[in-house]
T-cell receptor
Framework: AQSVTQLDSHVSVSEGTPVLLRCNYS??????LFWYVQHPNKGLQLLLK????ATLVKGINGFEAEFKKSETSFHLTKPSAHMSDAAEYFC???????????????WGLGTSLAVNP | NAGVMQNPRHLVRRRGQEARLRCSPM?????VYWYRQLPEEGLKFMVY????????ESGMPKERFSAEFPKEGPSILRIQQVVRGDSAAYFC???????????????FGPGTRLTVL
């Protein structure tokens, strides 16, 4: 069965320090993987996506993620946190549940990132 | 270019009433997806529609829930005879293309938060 596990429900960092949000996935097929961000009272915004090209994916706002097949991981990182990064982050895997063309998005439960001054 | 619009942003209903949630996709997008986010859970896929067609409703509860995306006007998610368990955030997303690619190009609205008293 396909699944996504975000290993931390809450992460707190100081402004200017690195950010690491961890995500592990389980998929029988070659997955497509995404990170979305949700700021308070706003919609979900795509940060970056992996679709079987380069394993290191660069996204918006200085975020990047590395696909590691051997570890079934897709951790999100940023070298230096900014106050505006405080938000909820979701790791998502796109899977083909059957022989049809309709992929499904399987969502993690989210990681709440707090950035302290 | 306005993003995905959802209204209302907050909706309060009493048990047994009907709830209608509206979603206007981004200009030029003809594919719409509805998701539900229950408290303390990740987003769950509900239904995928194109103009005048339901493509995939495998995530929709069998009773009381329906969705449409008419030729003109917004997509509507309708919940009849609401119960407390329907209280959740409902997100709509749109994409310019469908199928496998479409699931990787979704743009999300801000969501409608439904509270059932």
């Amino acid at each position: 069965a396909q699944s996504v596990t975000q290993l931390d429900s809450h992460v707190s960092v100081s402004e200017g320090t690195p950010v690491l949000l961890r995500c592990n996935y389980s998929s029988s097929y070659s997955p497509s993987l995404f990170w979305y961000v949700q700021h308070p009272n706003k919609g979900l915004q795509l940060l970056l996506k992996y679709t079987s090209a380069a394993t290191l994916v660069k996204g918006i706002n200085g975020f990047e993620a590395e696909f590691k097949k051997s570890e079934t991981s897709f951790h999100l990182t940023k070298p230096s946190a900014h106050m505006s990064d405080a938000a909820e982050y979701f790791c998502v895997v796109s899977v083909l549940p059957n022989a049809g063309n309709n992929r499904k998005l399987i969502w993690g439960l989210g990681t709440s990132l707090a950035v302290n001054p | 270019n306005a993003g995905v619009m959802q209204n209302p942003r907050h909706l309060v209903r009493r048990r047994g009433q009907e709830a209608r949630l509206r979603c206007s996709p981004m200009k030029g997008h003809s594919h719409v997806y509805w998701y539900r986010q229950l408290p303390e859970e990740g987003l769950k896929f509900m239904v995928y529609l194109q103009k005048e067609n339901i493509i995939d409703e495998s995530g929709m509860p069998k009773e009381r829930f329906s969705a449409e995306f008419p030729k003109e006007g917004p997509s509507i998610l309708r919940i009849q005879q609401v119960v407390r368990g329907d209280s959740a955030a409902y997100f709509c997303a749109s994409s310019p293309r469908g199928g496998q690619i479409g699931f990787g190009e979704q743009f999300f609205g801000p969501g409608t938060r439904l509270t059932v008293l």
